[in-house]
């Protein structure tokens, strides 16, 4: 599937207008523990925001954060002035009718706390789905789970949304555009010369590089923290053949045959 499911930091407010607080938080994730628990093995752990049905798809996350390091979340945490006496409390917004990020909020917020007891408290809240999404590019979360179903098969689908800002600026970030709507409020003039580079590019190996840099602009400044990608299934009894779902999610029924 093409389907991303991700957390979005607020850059904003506190606790995630610390650099260091992001990736911390990037380090305590463990995606094979929510792919063990939430999806029983039937999802894929993601690491960029550009889904693996892309040649383009790297997964920098992994490479620079892991998967629940607790240790290298301990040394982000001792650089963002984080101990015992000064724990990091944080929380995780998601649609009050979702169950399944109901289910991956509470195991991120069990794994963290066991593994963090005393210096990370996590609170897990929610909100009608309407509320929640206009209050979110108000800036009002420090942190939310979102999913992003891309209108059209191409790659930039998975960054434009993500990291483009029409107005704002690397102090007062994004007061208009994407990133706001994303709750992320991320800006940086560097990705937005990226975003319009490789929007016009016509070179797909020059494009697939400037992919390469905006991947890497997620693990510079951790604005949203990819989590699993979603996989879909096809059924069909013994004799029907011809059933298959296009990489741009569309059934084609007239190629089904018994």
């Known amino acids: 599937s093409t389907v991303v499911n991700y957390m979005s930091l ?7 207008d610390d650099l260091n607080v992001r990736k911390a938080v990037a380090t305590m994730i463990d995606r094979n523990l929510l792919n063990e628990r939430a999806f029983q093995g039937q999802a ?11 040649d383009v798809h790297e997964p920098v996350l992994e490479a620079a954060y892991g998967d629940g390091d607790y240790e290298k ?11 015992e006496a000064n724990p990091l409390e944080f929380e995780i917004w998601y649609p009050t009718a979702s169950t399944t990020r ?5 195991t991120l917020k069990e794994a963290i706390e ?14 009608e789905a309407a509320t929640l999404w206009e209050n979110v590019e108000k800036g009002i979360y420090p942190s939310v789970l979102a999913n992003w179903y891309p209108d059209y098969f191409d790659p930039d689908i998975f960054v434009q949304p993500f990291l483009s800002c029409n107005e704002g600026s690397e102090e007062a970030l994004c007061e208009k555009g994407a990133t706001q709507g994303n709750g992320s409020f991320y800006y940086s003039s560097k990705t937005n010369d990226l ?22 602009a997620m693990v510079d400044d951790v604005p949203y923290i990819p989590l699993w990608q979603n996989k879909d299934y ?3 009894a013994s004799g029907v053949e011809g059933v298959a779902i296009e990489p741009n999610q569309q059934f ?3 190629q089904i045959n018994k």
């Open 73 to 83: 979340s301990r040394e982000f945490l001792e650089e963002a002035g984080i101990t």
């Open 114 to 127: 066991s593994n963090l007891p005393g210096l990370v408290t996590v609170q897990v809240s929610t909100a």
């Open 102 to 106: 109901s289910v991956v909020a509470n």
């Open 195 to 216: 975003l319009t580079k490789q929007s016009a590019e016509q070179d797909e190996s020059v494009r697939s590089g400037l992919f390469k840099e905006l991947q890497q």
């Open 44 to 54: 894929e752990p993601l690491y960029s925001l550009i889904t693996k049905s892309f």
């Open 10 to 16: 607020n850059q904003k407010i506190a606790p995630f």
């Open 234 to 236: 096809e059924l069909a």
């Open 252 to 254: 084609l029924l007239w």
